[in-house]
Protein backbone atom coordinates (compact mmCIF):
# COMPACT_ATOMS: atom_id res chain seq x y z
CA UNK A 1 0.00 0.00 0.00
CA UNK A 2 1.40 3.16 -1.02
CA UNK A 3 0.53 6.42 0.30
CA UNK A 4 1.01 8.82 -2.25
CA UNK A 5 -1.33 10.84 -3.65
CA UNK A 6 -3.21 10.28 -6.70
CA UNK A 7 -3.07 13.40 -8.95
CA UNK A 8 -6.18 14.71 -10.17
CA UNK A 9 -7.35 13.14 -13.32
CA UNK A 10 -10.02 13.98 -16.02
CA UNK A 11 -12.12 11.43 -13.88
CA UNK A 12 -11.51 14.41 -11.32
CA UNK A 13 -13.51 16.90 -13.84
CA UNK A 14 -17.21 18.25 -13.56
CA UNK A 15 -19.13 18.78 -16.86
CA UNK A 16 -18.77 22.58 -16.53
CA UNK A 17 -15.14 21.53 -16.91
CA UNK A 18 -15.43 20.00 -20.41
CA UNK A 19 -17.94 21.65 -21.53
CA UNK A 20 -17.44 23.42 -24.96
CA UNK A 21 -19.83 26.17 -26.62
CA UNK A 22 -21.56 24.98 -29.08
CA UNK A 23 -21.18 21.21 -28.50
CA UNK A 24 -24.32 19.55 -28.85
CA UNK A 25 -25.67 15.76 -28.07
CA UNK A 26 -28.80 15.94 -30.42
CA UNK A 27 -29.95 17.49 -33.26
CA UNK A 28 -33.23 19.00 -32.76
CA UNK A 29 -35.58 18.81 -36.07
CA UNK A 30 -36.31 22.52 -37.36
CA UNK A 31 -39.53 24.05 -35.61
CA UNK A 32 -42.15 24.20 -38.15
CA UNK A 33 -43.94 26.65 -36.02
CA UNK A 34 -43.20 30.69 -36.48
CA UNK A 35 -41.10 31.25 -33.45
CA UNK A 36 -42.64 33.10 -30.38
CA UNK A 37 -40.31 35.79 -27.99
CA UNK A 38 -40.73 34.95 -24.23
CA UNK A 39 -42.13 37.55 -22.36
CA UNK A 40 -40.10 38.91 -19.56
CA UNK A 41 -42.16 38.37 -16.72
CA UNK A 42 -41.96 34.55 -17.88
CA UNK A 43 -37.96 34.28 -17.51
CA UNK A 44 -37.23 33.00 -14.12
CA UNK A 45 -33.37 33.94 -14.40
CA UNK A 46 -31.34 35.36 -16.67
CA UNK A 47 -28.48 32.87 -17.51
CA UNK A 48 -28.77 29.13 -16.91
CA UNK A 49 -25.04 27.86 -17.60
CA UNK A 50 -26.23 24.33 -19.09
CA UNK A 51 -22.97 22.32 -19.94
CA UNK A 52 -22.12 21.96 -23.69
CA UNK A 53 -21.72 18.38 -24.26
CA UNK A 54 -21.50 15.38 -27.05
CA UNK A 55 -23.69 11.98 -25.89
CA UNK A 56 -20.15 10.24 -25.55
CA UNK A 57 -18.83 13.07 -23.12
CA UNK A 58 -21.50 12.09 -21.41
CA UNK A 59 -21.63 8.09 -21.48
CA UNK A 60 -17.99 8.65 -20.32
CA UNK A 61 -18.62 11.21 -17.58
CA UNK A 62 -21.08 9.08 -15.72
CA UNK A 63 -19.58 5.81 -16.41
CA UNK A 64 -16.32 7.16 -14.79
CA UNK A 65 -18.83 8.42 -12.00
CA UNK A 66 -20.45 4.73 -11.48
CA UNK A 67 -17.44 3.22 -11.73
CA UNK A 68 -15.80 5.13 -8.38
CA UNK A 69 -19.47 3.86 -6.61
CA UNK A 70 -17.93 1.74 -3.24
CA UNK A 71 -20.65 -1.10 -2.11
CA UNK A 72 -20.76 -4.51 -1.06
CA UNK A 73 -20.90 -5.20 -5.11
CA UNK A 74 -17.16 -4.03 -4.98
CA UNK A 75 -15.35 -4.10 -1.34
CA UNK A 76 -15.49 -5.74 2.25
CA UNK A 77 -18.65 -3.03 4.09
CA UNK A 78 -18.30 -3.94 7.69
CA UNK A 79 -20.93 -1.17 8.67
CA UNK A 80 -21.90 -1.69 12.21
CA UNK A 81 -25.85 -1.59 12.93
CA UNK A 82 -26.41 -2.02 9.33
CA UNK A 83 -26.08 -5.26 8.03
CA UNK A 84 -24.18 -4.44 4.80
CA UNK A 85 -24.54 -8.03 3.85
CA UNK A 86 -24.60 -9.55 0.42
CA UNK A 87 -27.43 -8.63 -1.65
CA UNK A 88 -27.80 -11.83 -3.81
CA UNK A 89 -28.80 -11.44 -7.33
CA UNK A 90 -31.63 -13.48 -7.42
CA UNK A 91 -33.93 -11.11 -5.55
CA UNK A 92 -33.61 -8.74 -8.19
CA UNK A 93 -33.97 -11.14 -10.95
CA UNK A 94 -37.41 -12.25 -8.78
CA UNK A 95 -38.37 -8.62 -8.33
CA UNK A 96 -37.96 -7.39 -11.65
CA UNK A 97 -40.50 -10.11 -13.11
CA UNK A 98 -43.56 -8.45 -15.18
CA UNK A 99 -46.32 -9.25 -12.68
CA UNK A 100 -44.65 -7.84 -9.92
CA UNK A 101 -42.64 -4.90 -11.33
CA UNK A 102 -45.82 -4.33 -13.61
CA UNK A 103 -48.37 -4.12 -11.16
CA UNK A 104 -49.73 -0.40 -9.74
CA UNK A 105 -50.77 0.28 -5.94
CA UNK A 106 -54.37 1.31 -6.99
CA UNK A 107 -55.33 -1.60 -9.13
CA UNK A 108 -58.20 -3.86 -7.94
CA UNK A 109 -57.36 -6.34 -5.50
CA UNK A 110 -58.95 -9.43 -7.91
CA UNK A 111 -56.11 -8.28 -10.62
CA UNK A 112 -53.31 -8.57 -7.94
CA UNK A 113 -54.00 -11.74 -5.90
CA UNK A 114 -50.36 -13.24 -6.77
CA UNK A 115 -49.12 -10.12 -4.99
CA UNK A 116 -51.21 -10.23 -2.05
CA UNK A 117 -50.41 -13.28 -1.67
CA UNK A 118 -46.63 -12.82 -1.65
CA UNK A 119 -47.35 -9.80 1.10
CA UNK A 120 -49.68 -12.78 3.09
CA UNK A 121 -46.84 -15.34 3.22
CA UNK A 122 -44.08 -12.57 3.81
CA UNK A 123 -46.20 -11.91 6.79
CA UNK A 124 -46.83 -15.21 7.81
CA UNK A 125 -42.98 -15.73 7.60
CA UNK A 126 -42.19 -12.96 9.64
CA UNK A 127 -44.57 -14.13 12.64
CA UNK A 128 -42.72 -17.30 12.41
CA UNK A 129 -39.10 -15.45 12.71
CA UNK A 130 -40.26 -13.60 15.67
CA UNK A 131 -42.96 -15.48 17.28
CA UNK A 132 -45.44 -12.94 17.14
CA UNK A 133 -49.14 -13.58 15.97
CA UNK A 134 -49.50 -10.71 13.62
CA UNK A 135 -47.82 -8.40 11.42
CA UNK A 136 -48.34 -6.05 8.89
CA UNK A 137 -45.68 -4.62 6.08
CA UNK A 138 -47.00 -0.65 5.97
CA UNK A 139 -44.08 0.61 7.42
CA UNK A 140 -41.45 1.84 4.81
CA UNK A 141 -38.11 1.85 7.09
CA UNK A 142 -36.94 0.95 10.35
CA UNK A 143 -37.54 4.40 11.82
CA UNK A 144 -40.67 4.29 10.45
CA UNK A 145 -41.68 0.86 12.05
CA UNK A 146 -40.14 2.40 15.27
CA UNK A 147 -42.75 5.54 15.23
CA UNK A 148 -46.02 2.86 14.03
CA UNK A 149 -45.20 0.63 16.99
CA UNK A 150 -45.01 3.73 19.85
CA UNK A 151 -48.02 5.07 18.12
CA UNK A 152 -50.09 1.80 18.69
CA UNK A 153 -48.83 1.80 22.27
CA UNK A 154 -49.85 5.71 22.79
CA UNK A 155 -53.44 4.38 21.55
CA UNK A 156 -53.17 1.05 23.80
CA UNK A 157 -52.76 3.48 26.66
CA UNK A 158 -55.22 5.98 25.65
CA UNK A 159 -58.28 3.02 25.47
CA UNK A 160 -57.56 1.66 28.05
CA UNK A 161 -58.12 5.08 29.66
CA UNK A 162 -54.57 5.78 30.65
CA UNK A 163 -53.49 8.85 28.79
CA UNK A 164 -50.91 9.86 31.32
CA UNK A 165 -48.76 6.93 30.67
CA UNK A 166 -46.34 9.22 28.45
CA UNK A 167 -42.95 7.88 29.83
CA UNK A 168 -40.75 5.95 27.06
CA UNK A 169 -37.68 4.31 28.52
CA UNK A 170 -34.94 4.28 26.29
CA UNK A 171 -31.41 2.85 26.91
CA UNK A 172 -28.27 4.87 26.71
CA UNK A 173 -26.52 2.46 24.04
CA UNK A 174 -30.19 2.94 21.79
CA UNK A 175 -29.81 4.40 18.16
CA UNK A 176 -30.57 7.61 18.16
CA UNK A 177 -33.87 7.30 16.04
CA UNK A 178 -35.82 5.55 19.56
CA UNK A 179 -36.40 8.84 20.83
CA UNK A 180 -36.85 10.63 18.02
CA UNK A 181 -39.44 7.96 17.17
CA UNK A 182 -40.74 8.11 20.83
CA UNK A 183 -40.82 11.94 21.22
CA UNK A 184 -42.88 12.17 17.59
CA UNK A 185 -45.55 9.86 19.47
CA UNK A 186 -46.33 12.62 21.99
CA UNK A 187 -43.98 10.42 24.58
CA UNK A 188 -41.46 12.04 27.12
CA UNK A 189 -37.95 10.17 26.96
CA UNK A 190 -36.31 8.82 29.83
CA UNK A 191 -33.00 7.49 29.48
CA UNK A 192 -31.87 3.87 31.80
CA UNK A 193 -27.70 3.65 31.98
CA UNK A 194 -26.42 0.40 31.29
CA UNK A 195 -24.33 -1.52 33.57
CA UNK A 196 -20.71 -2.12 34.04
CA UNK A 197 -21.47 -5.33 31.42
CA UNK A 198 -23.19 -3.25 28.62
CA UNK A 199 -26.79 -4.67 29.87
CA UNK A 200 -29.72 -3.06 30.82
CA UNK A 201 -29.21 -1.86 35.06
CA UNK A 202 -32.23 -3.80 36.31
CA UNK A 203 -32.06 -1.51 39.50
CA UNK A 204 -32.25 1.89 37.52
CA UNK A 205 -34.89 0.75 35.14
CA UNK A 206 -37.15 -0.63 38.73
CA UNK A 207 -36.37 2.76 40.17
CA UNK A 208 -38.10 4.60 36.66
CA UNK A 209 -40.83 1.95 36.33
CA UNK A 210 -43.83 3.78 37.61
CA UNK A 211 -47.39 3.89 36.96
CA UNK A 212 -46.43 6.91 34.46
CA UNK A 213 -44.77 4.31 32.30
CA UNK A 214 -45.89 4.25 28.36
CA UNK A 215 -42.99 1.60 27.37
CA UNK A 216 -39.64 0.58 26.80
CA UNK A 217 -37.85 0.54 23.66
CA UNK A 218 -34.87 -1.76 23.79
CA UNK A 219 -32.51 -3.25 20.71
CA UNK A 220 -31.44 -6.92 21.26
CA UNK A 221 -29.17 -7.80 20.82
CA UNK A 222 -28.08 -4.47 21.90
CA UNK A 223 -25.65 -1.72 19.89
CA UNK A 224 -22.93 -3.12 21.79
CA UNK A 225 -23.15 -5.90 19.77
CA UNK A 226 -24.34 -7.95 22.88
CA UNK A 227 -27.31 -9.99 24.11
CA UNK A 228 -29.01 -9.11 27.42
CA UNK A 229 -28.84 -12.09 29.37
CA UNK A 230 -31.67 -10.28 31.96
CA UNK A 231 -33.85 -9.54 28.68
CA UNK A 232 -36.81 -11.51 30.06
CA UNK A 233 -36.51 -10.07 33.48
CA UNK A 234 -36.45 -6.13 31.92
CA UNK A 235 -39.96 -7.11 30.17
CA UNK A 236 -41.15 -8.50 33.53
CA UNK A 237 -40.45 -5.24 35.05
CA UNK A 238 -42.01 -3.09 32.45
CA UNK A 239 -44.90 -5.31 32.17
CA UNK A 240 -45.82 -5.34 36.18
CA UNK A 241 -45.06 -1.41 35.77
CA UNK A 242 -47.76 -1.34 33.39
CA UNK A 243 -45.67 -0.31 30.28
CA UNK A 244 -45.26 -2.22 27.02
CA UNK A 245 -41.96 -3.63 25.28
CA UNK A 246 -40.89 -1.95 21.92
CA UNK A 247 -38.38 -4.35 20.20
CA UNK A 248 -35.99 -2.59 17.72
CA UNK A 249 -35.49 -5.16 15.26
CA UNK A 250 -32.35 -3.56 13.67
CA UNK A 251 -29.54 -5.97 15.17
CA UNK A 252 -32.32 -8.92 14.18
CA UNK A 253 -29.87 -10.78 12.05
CA UNK A 254 -27.89 -12.13 15.23
CA UNK A 255 -31.40 -14.05 16.07
CA UNK A 256 -32.77 -14.93 13.01
CA UNK A 257 -33.77 -18.76 13.80
CA UNK A 258 -32.59 -18.65 17.27
CA UNK A 259 -35.06 -17.28 19.63
CA UNK A 260 -38.58 -15.83 18.91
CA UNK A 261 -38.87 -12.25 20.45
CA UNK A 262 -42.59 -13.03 21.70
CA UNK A 263 -41.15 -15.80 23.92
CA UNK A 264 -38.93 -12.73 25.97
CA UNK A 265 -42.15 -10.88 25.99
CA UNK A 266 -42.14 -8.28 23.49
CA UNK A 267 -45.04 -6.91 22.48
CA UNK A 268 -44.29 -5.43 18.78
CA UNK A 269 -40.95 -5.60 17.04
CA UNK A 270 -40.02 -4.00 13.89
CA UNK A 271 -37.77 -6.16 11.30
CA UNK A 272 -35.83 -4.17 9.01
CA UNK A 273 -35.61 -6.31 5.92
CA UNK A 274 -33.18 -4.35 3.97
CA UNK A 275 -30.95 -5.49 6.87
CA UNK A 276 -31.74 -8.78 7.89
CA UNK A 277 -33.34 -10.24 4.89
CA UNK A 278 -30.26 -8.73 2.32
CA UNK A 279 -31.99 -6.03 0.30
CA UNK A 280 -30.24 -3.60 -0.83
CA UNK A 281 -29.72 -0.16 0.98
CA UNK A 282 -27.19 2.23 1.54
CA UNK A 283 -28.03 6.01 -0.24
CA UNK A 284 -30.52 6.43 1.60
CA UNK A 285 -33.15 3.61 0.74
CA UNK A 286 -35.24 2.06 -0.35
CA UNK A 287 -36.05 -0.51 3.00
CA UNK A 288 -39.30 -2.16 4.53
CA UNK A 289 -39.45 -2.17 8.22
CA UNK A 290 -42.88 -4.26 8.88
CA UNK A 291 -43.87 -4.93 12.20
CA UNK A 292 -44.60 -7.65 14.02
CA UNK A 293 -47.30 -7.47 16.89
CA UNK A 294 -48.52 -9.02 20.38
CA UNK A 295 -51.94 -10.04 21.15
CA UNK A 296 -52.59 -6.36 23.05
CA UNK A 297 -51.30 -4.02 19.81
CA UNK A 298 -53.23 -6.43 17.42
CA UNK A 299 -56.18 -4.39 16.97
CA UNK A 300 -53.88 -0.95 16.25
CA UNK A 301 -52.21 -2.01 13.41
CA UNK A 302 -51.15 0.70 10.92
CA UNK A 303 -53.07 -0.02 7.45
CA UNK A 304 -53.52 -2.00 5.35
CA UNK A 305 -52.77 -5.71 6.49
CA UNK A 306 -53.05 -8.71 3.84
CA UNK A 307 -55.70 -11.07 5.23
CA UNK A 308 -56.43 -14.65 3.54
CA UNK A 309 -59.68 -16.00 3.07
CA UNK A 310 -59.79 -19.88 2.63
CA UNK A 311 -63.68 -19.92 2.52
CA UNK A 312 -65.20 -22.32 0.12
CA UNK A 313 -62.03 -23.95 -0.01
CA UNK A 314 -61.01 -21.56 -2.91
CA UNK A 315 -57.81 -19.49 -1.21
CA UNK A 316 -58.40 -15.36 -1.74
CA UNK A 317 -56.72 -12.27 -0.44
CA UNK A 318 -57.63 -8.96 0.47
CA UNK A 319 -56.05 -5.49 1.88
CA UNK A 320 -58.07 -4.52 5.20
CA UNK A 321 -57.86 -2.43 8.05
CA UNK A 322 -57.64 -3.41 12.10
CA UNK A 323 -60.47 -1.98 13.82
CA UNK A 324 -58.78 0.56 15.78
CA UNK A 325 -55.75 0.99 13.27
CA UNK A 326 -53.40 4.40 14.18
CA UNK A 327 -54.17 4.79 10.00
CA UNK A 328 -52.43 4.89 7.07
CA UNK A 329 -48.36 5.16 6.94
CA UNK A 330 -47.84 5.85 3.15
CA UNK A 331 -49.96 5.81 -0.22
CA UNK A 332 -49.72 2.62 -1.73
CA UNK A 333 -48.65 -0.82 0.67
CA UNK A 334 -45.19 -0.43 1.42
CA UNK A 335 -42.10 -0.75 -0.66
CA UNK A 336 -43.18 -3.84 -2.76
CA UNK A 337 -40.36 -4.57 -4.62
CA UNK A 338 -38.27 -4.80 -1.52
CA UNK A 339 -41.17 -7.25 0.11
CA UNK A 340 -40.39 -9.15 -3.18
CA UNK A 341 -36.64 -9.59 -2.30
CA UNK A 342 -37.25 -10.10 0.74
CA UNK A 343 -39.24 -12.53 0.23
CA UNK A 344 -36.89 -14.52 -2.39
CA UNK A 345 -34.13 -14.21 0.41
CA UNK A 346 -35.91 -15.77 2.96
CA UNK A 347 -37.31 -18.23 0.24
CA UNK A 348 -34.21 -19.15 -0.89
CA UNK A 349 -32.39 -19.53 2.46
CA UNK A 350 -35.90 -21.84 4.33
CA UNK A 351 -35.48 -22.31 7.98
CA UNK A 352 -32.46 -24.11 8.26
CA UNK A 353 -30.38 -21.67 6.10
CA UNK A 354 -31.42 -18.28 8.14
CA UNK A 355 -31.00 -20.23 11.18
CA UNK A 356 -27.09 -20.82 9.54
CA UNK A 357 -27.07 -17.28 8.64
CA UNK A 358 -26.94 -15.84 12.16
CA UNK A 359 -24.80 -18.52 13.28
CA UNK A 360 -22.37 -17.53 10.94
CA UNK A 361 -22.88 -14.11 11.39
CA UNK A 362 -22.23 -14.24 15.01
CA UNK A 363 -19.15 -16.50 13.91
CA UNK A 364 -17.56 -13.82 12.19
CA UNK A 365 -17.91 -11.01 14.24
CA UNK A 366 -16.42 -13.37 17.48
CA UNK A 367 -13.67 -14.20 15.01
CA UNK A 368 -12.57 -10.70 14.15
CA UNK A 369 -12.93 -9.86 18.11
CA UNK A 370 -10.46 -12.74 19.07
CA UNK A 371 -7.96 -11.62 16.43
CA UNK A 372 -8.05 -7.95 16.90
CA UNK A 373 -8.28 -7.45 21.00
CA UNK A 374 -5.28 -7.23 21.36
CA UNK A 375 -4.29 -4.51 18.79
CA UNK A 376 -7.88 -2.27 19.85
CA UNK A 377 -9.64 -1.76 23.09
CA UNK A 378 -12.37 -3.85 23.92
CA UNK A 379 -14.57 -1.67 26.55
CA UNK A 380 -16.62 -5.17 27.16
CA UNK A 381 -14.67 -8.06 27.44
CA UNK A 382 -17.25 -11.27 26.75
CA UNK A 383 -18.84 -12.88 23.31
CA UNK A 384 -20.35 -10.49 21.16
CA UNK A 385 -23.19 -10.99 18.96
CA UNK A 386 -22.98 -10.38 15.01
CA UNK A 387 -20.75 -7.08 15.71
CA UNK A 388 -17.97 -6.22 17.66
CA UNK A 389 -17.60 -2.77 19.81
CA UNK A 390 -13.62 -1.57 20.26
CA UNK A 391 -12.56 1.03 21.26
CA UNK A 392 -9.75 3.34 19.78
CA UNK A 393 -8.52 4.83 23.00
CA UNK A 394 -5.37 2.85 22.91
CA UNK A 395 -4.32 4.60 19.47
CA UNK A 396 -5.92 8.28 20.85
CA UNK A 397 -2.87 7.63 23.43
CA UNK A 398 -0.63 8.02 20.21
CA UNK A 399 -2.71 10.77 18.90
CA UNK A 400 -4.77 9.01 16.35
CA UNK A 401 -8.19 8.86 16.51
CA UNK A 402 -11.21 6.41 15.93
CA UNK A 403 -12.06 8.90 12.79
CA UNK A 404 -8.24 8.74 11.85
CA UNK A 405 -8.67 4.61 11.80
CA UNK A 406 -11.70 4.98 9.67
CA UNK A 407 -10.38 7.08 7.08
CA UNK A 408 -7.35 4.95 6.92
CA UNK A 409 -9.25 1.77 6.29
CA UNK A 410 -10.48 3.83 2.52
CA UNK A 411 -6.72 3.40 1.59
CA UNK A 412 -6.91 -0.20 1.67
CA UNK A 413 -10.25 -0.79 -0.04
CA UNK A 414 -12.10 -1.11 3.15
CA UNK A 415 -15.47 0.44 4.19
CA UNK A 416 -14.77 2.21 7.21
CA UNK A 417 -16.94 0.86 10.15
CA UNK A 418 -19.79 2.45 12.02
CA UNK A 419 -17.57 5.50 14.34
CA UNK A 420 -18.74 7.16 17.98
CA UNK A 421 -21.42 5.09 17.97
CA UNK A 422 -22.77 3.90 21.09
CA UNK A 423 -22.22 6.67 22.44
CA UNK A 424 -21.38 5.26 25.67
CA UNK A 425 -18.02 3.98 23.95
CA UNK A 426 -15.38 6.19 23.99
CA UNK A 427 -13.82 6.50 20.27
CA UNK A 428 -15.93 3.39 19.28
CA UNK A 429 -15.38 1.86 16.19
CA UNK A 430 -18.42 -0.96 15.46
CA UNK A 431 -17.51 -3.56 13.15
CA UNK A 432 -20.43 -5.78 11.46
CA UNK A 433 -18.76 -8.29 9.16
CA UNK A 434 -22.00 -10.42 8.24
CA UNK A 435 -22.40 -14.00 7.63
CA UNK A 436 -21.65 -13.40 3.91
CA UNK A 437 -18.00 -12.81 4.28
CA UNK A 438 -15.84 -16.00 3.78
CA UNK A 439 -12.65 -16.38 5.92
CA UNK A 440 -9.86 -15.35 3.52
CA UNK A 441 -12.10 -11.56 3.42
CA UNK A 442 -11.79 -11.57 7.48
CA UNK A 443 -8.24 -12.25 6.94
CA UNK A 444 -7.59 -9.88 5.02
CA UNK A 445 -9.65 -7.05 7.43
CA UNK A 446 -7.35 -8.39 9.85
CA UNK A 447 -4.09 -7.62 7.90
CA UNK A 448 -5.15 -4.35 7.22
CA UNK A 449 -6.39 -3.44 10.79
CA UNK A 450 -3.11 -5.15 12.30
CA UNK A 451 -1.15 -2.44 9.51
CA UNK A 452 -3.17 0.32 10.77
CA UNK A 453 -2.21 -0.38 14.84
CA UNK A 454 1.25 -0.28 13.37
CA UNK A 455 1.00 2.92 11.76
CA UNK A 456 -0.38 4.21 14.64
CA UNK A 457 2.52 3.39 16.83
CA UNK A 458 5.14 4.20 14.13
CA UNK A 459 3.65 6.65 11.53
CA UNK A 460 0.83 8.43 13.02
CA UNK A 461 0.50 10.65 10.47
CA UNK A 462 0.02 8.68 7.58
CA UNK A 463 -3.72 7.46 9.45
CA UNK A 464 -4.37 11.49 10.99
CA UNK A 465 -3.94 12.77 6.97
CA UNK A 466 -5.78 10.05 5.45
CA UNK A 467 -7.14 8.97 2.94
CA UNK A 468 -4.12 9.19 0.55
CA UNK A 469 -5.59 6.95 -2.65
CA UNK A 470 -8.73 8.76 -3.32
CA UNK A 471 -9.49 11.37 -5.52
CA UNK A 472 -10.06 13.59 -2.68
CA UNK A 473 -7.91 13.70 0.36
CA UNK A 474 -9.28 14.46 4.17
CA UNK A 475 -12.51 16.89 3.90
CA UNK A 476 -13.48 19.10 6.30
CA UNK A 477 -16.81 18.14 7.85
CA UNK A 478 -16.30 20.41 10.29
CA UNK A 479 -16.27 23.75 7.55
CA UNK A 480 -19.03 21.70 5.89
CA UNK A 481 -21.59 21.83 8.35
CA UNK A 482 -20.35 25.30 9.44
CA UNK A 483 -20.78 27.24 6.27
CA UNK A 484 -22.33 24.75 4.16
CA UNK A 485 -22.62 25.91 0.75
CA UNK A 486 -24.32 23.26 -1.41
CA UNK A 487 -24.73 24.77 -4.81
CA UNK A 488 -22.52 24.77 -7.63
CA UNK A 489 -21.50 27.57 -9.15
CA UNK A 490 -20.20 27.11 -12.70
CA UNK B 1 -1.13 18.49 33.82
CA UNK B 2 -4.99 20.04 34.29
CA UNK B 3 -6.44 21.86 30.95
CA UNK B 4 -8.86 22.96 33.46
CA UNK B 5 -8.04 25.97 34.97
CA UNK B 6 -8.41 26.58 39.16
CA UNK B 7 -10.30 29.40 39.21
CA UNK B 8 -13.20 28.18 37.65
CA UNK B 9 -15.90 26.05 39.03
CA UNK B 10 -17.43 22.32 37.23
CA UNK B 11 -20.13 20.39 37.17
CA UNK B 12 -20.15 15.97 36.22
CA UNK B 13 -21.88 17.21 33.17
CA UNK B 14 -18.97 19.21 31.89
CA UNK B 15 -19.83 22.57 32.31
CA UNK B 16 -17.74 25.14 34.07
CA UNK B 17 -18.78 28.45 35.81
CA UNK B 18 -16.50 31.17 36.17
CA UNK B 19 -17.76 34.45 39.20
CA UNK B 20 -17.26 37.25 37.31
CA UNK B 21 -16.08 40.62 39.80
CA UNK B 22 -19.64 41.92 39.72
CA UNK B 23 -21.14 38.25 40.67
CA UNK B 24 -22.46 37.07 37.62
CA UNK B 25 -21.39 33.83 36.43
CA UNK B 26 -20.24 32.88 33.05
CA UNK B 27 -20.93 29.48 32.01
CA UNK B 28 -19.46 27.42 29.51
CA UNK B 29 -17.93 23.91 27.96
CA UNK B 30 -14.97 22.27 29.47
CA UNK B 31 -11.89 21.69 27.92
CA UNK B 32 -12.31 17.70 28.41
CA UNK B 33 -15.73 18.04 26.68
CA UNK B 34 -14.65 19.65 23.69
CA UNK B 35 -12.46 17.09 23.08
CA UNK B 36 -14.40 14.41 23.59
CA UNK B 37 -17.09 16.21 21.09
CA UNK B 38 -14.38 17.34 18.47
CA UNK B 39 -15.23 20.04 16.22
CA UNK B 40 -18.38 21.79 17.24
CA UNK B 41 -20.53 22.97 14.51
CA UNK B 42 -23.79 24.18 16.34
CA UNK B 43 -25.07 25.57 18.72
CA UNK B 44 -28.37 26.01 20.60
CA UNK B 45 -28.76 28.40 23.77
CA UNK B 46 -31.52 29.95 25.78
CA UNK B 47 -32.91 33.34 25.20
CA UNK B 48 -31.47 36.41 26.79
CA UNK B 49 -33.92 37.32 29.45
CA UNK B 50 -35.22 33.69 30.09
CA UNK B 51 -35.22 31.83 33.52
CA UNK B 52 -33.20 28.63 33.35
CA UNK B 53 -33.08 26.31 36.62
CA UNK B 54 -30.14 24.44 37.76
CA UNK B 55 -29.66 20.62 36.21
CA UNK B 56 -32.26 21.46 33.53
CA UNK B 57 -31.30 21.64 29.87
CA UNK B 58 -30.56 24.75 28.28
CA UNK B 59 -29.20 24.08 25.08
CA UNK B 60 -27.46 21.73 22.40
CA UNK B 61 -23.83 21.51 21.24
CA UNK B 62 -24.03 19.96 17.98
CA UNK B 63 -20.26 18.58 16.57
CA UNK B 64 -19.49 15.76 14.06
CA UNK B 65 -19.61 13.54 16.33
CA UNK B 66 -23.05 14.19 18.22
CA UNK B 67 -25.32 16.35 19.42
CA UNK B 68 -25.24 16.89 23.21
CA UNK B 69 -27.03 18.70 25.69
CA UNK B 70 -26.45 21.09 27.70
CA UNK B 71 -27.52 21.65 31.41
CA UNK B 72 -27.89 24.07 33.91
CA UNK B 73 -24.89 24.20 36.33
CA UNK B 74 -26.82 27.29 38.57
CA UNK B 75 -29.88 29.00 38.35
CA UNK B 76 -30.77 32.01 37.30
CA UNK B 77 -31.53 34.53 34.33
CA UNK B 78 -29.67 34.99 31.46
CA UNK B 79 -27.78 38.11 30.74
CA UNK B 80 -26.39 37.82 27.69
CA UNK B 81 -25.21 34.72 25.41
CA UNK B 82 -22.06 34.47 23.27
CA UNK B 83 -23.06 35.62 19.34
CA UNK B 84 -19.66 35.17 18.20
CA UNK B 85 -19.65 31.62 19.72
CA UNK B 86 -23.20 30.97 17.82
CA UNK B 87 -21.52 32.59 14.53
CA UNK B 88 -18.30 30.66 14.91
CA UNK B 89 -18.30 27.08 16.67
CA UNK B 90 -15.03 26.66 16.62
CA UNK B 91 -14.11 29.62 19.27
CA UNK B 92 -15.59 26.44 21.45
CA UNK B 93 -12.94 23.98 20.20
CA UNK B 94 -10.20 26.76 20.44
CA UNK B 95 -11.14 28.59 23.51
CA UNK B 96 -13.47 26.54 25.78
CA UNK B 97 -12.83 28.24 28.89
CA UNK B 98 -12.37 31.80 27.38
CA UNK B 99 -13.10 33.06 23.93
CA UNK B 100 -15.93 30.01 23.33
CA UNK B 101 -17.86 30.60 26.80
CA UNK B 102 -21.71 30.40 26.14
CA UNK B 103 -23.93 32.30 28.28
CA UNK B 104 -23.69 34.88 30.98
CA UNK B 105 -25.97 34.63 34.09
CA UNK B 106 -27.26 36.22 37.18
CA UNK B 107 -27.81 33.95 39.96
CA UNK B 108 -30.61 33.71 41.86
CA UNK B 109 -29.53 31.37 44.33
CA UNK B 110 -25.96 31.25 45.58
CA UNK B 111 -26.36 28.38 47.53
CA UNK B 112 -26.06 26.44 44.61
CA UNK B 113 -22.36 27.10 43.66
CA UNK B 114 -21.29 25.20 46.75
CA UNK B 115 -22.67 22.03 44.96
CA UNK B 116 -20.00 22.46 42.00
CA UNK B 117 -16.31 20.84 41.83
CA UNK B 118 -13.09 22.36 41.62
CA UNK B 119 -10.40 21.67 39.28
CA UNK B 120 -9.02 19.09 40.67
CA UNK B 121 -12.32 17.55 41.78
CA UNK B 122 -13.54 17.50 38.14
CA UNK B 123 -10.28 16.14 36.90
CA UNK B 124 -10.23 13.38 38.74
CA UNK B 125 -14.44 12.67 38.23
CA UNK B 126 -12.99 12.70 34.07
CA UNK B 127 -9.87 10.10 34.93
CA UNK B 128 -12.14 7.40 36.94
Not at chain 1, 23 to 39: A, F, I, N, W, Y
Request: glycine share 8%; with cysteine.
Amino acid sequence: MTTETRKPQESHQTLWDISVPGRSGVRLPESDVPVQPMPDAALLREELPLPELSELDVVRHFTRLSQKNFSIDTNFYPLGSCTMKYNPKINDMVASTPGFSGIHPLQPEETVQGALELMSNLQDMLQEITGMPASTLAPLAGAHGELSGVLMIRAFHEQNGNPERKVMLIPDSAHGTNPASASMAGFDVVTVPSDDQGNMDLKALEAVANDKLGGLMITLPSTLGLFDPGIVEVCEIVHEAGGLVYGDGANMNALLGRVKLNDLGFDVVHLNLHKTTSTPHGGGGPGAGPICVGDKLTPFMPSPVVERDSEGGVESFKLVSPPNTIGTLSAGHGNFGVLVRSYAYLRALGAGGIRQASGDAVLNANYLLKRLEHLYYLPYDRICMHEVVFSGRWQKAQGVKALDVSKRLIDYGVHPPTMYFPLIVEEALMIEPTETESKETLDAFVDVMIAIAQESGQTPEVLTEAPHNTPVGRLDEARASRQPDVRYRA
Amino acid sequence: MSEHPSDLRYTKEHEWVRIGDDGTATIGITFFAQDQLGDVVYLVLPKVGSSIEKDSKMGEVESVKSISDLFVPVSGEVLEINKDAIDHPERINEAPHDAGWLIKVKISNETELEQLMSSNEYDQAIAS
